[in-house]
Nanobody
């Protein structure tokens, strides 16, 4: 049984940083495509970042500010978020799939419960 458990969300001022964690069980993050999505109130779920093997991809709005990484020994994926902006406020979800990386939420069968990130201005 696959489980993805996010943590690390919270309230931070604009310009601050947070590191989100996604602890996985039931699948190896080293060989699965792992991704972060976010959903703000009243908006669709949005792709943020993904990692597959040594390849990473980011939505343009977070490039240069966010970094996705993984620790294979801990079977955990991270999202380091720097220079946070109020528009980054959302529930952040960890997701996983087998095969190559994709940015469409519908292609990911495994999801965590989400963690709230709130950036105040």
């Amino acid at each position: 049984q696959v489980q993805l458990v996010e943590s690390g969300g919270g309230l931070v001022q604009a310009g601050g940083s947070l590191r989100l964690s996604c602890a996985a069980s039931g699948l190896p993050v080293s060989t699965y495509t792992m991704a972060w999505f976010r959903q703000a109130p009243g908006k669709e779920r949005q792709f943020v970042a993904t990692i597959s093997g040594s390849v990473t991809s980011y939505v343009d709005s977070v490039k240069g500010r966010f970094t996705i990484s993984r620790d294979n020994a801990k079977n955990t994926v991270y999202l380091q978020m720097n220079s946070l902006k109020p528009e980054d406020t959302a529930v952040y979800y960890c997701a996983s799939k087998s095969g190559v990386l994709r940015s469409l939420a519908a292609e990911y069968p495994y999801w965590g419960q989400g963690t709230q990130v709130t950036v105040s201005s």
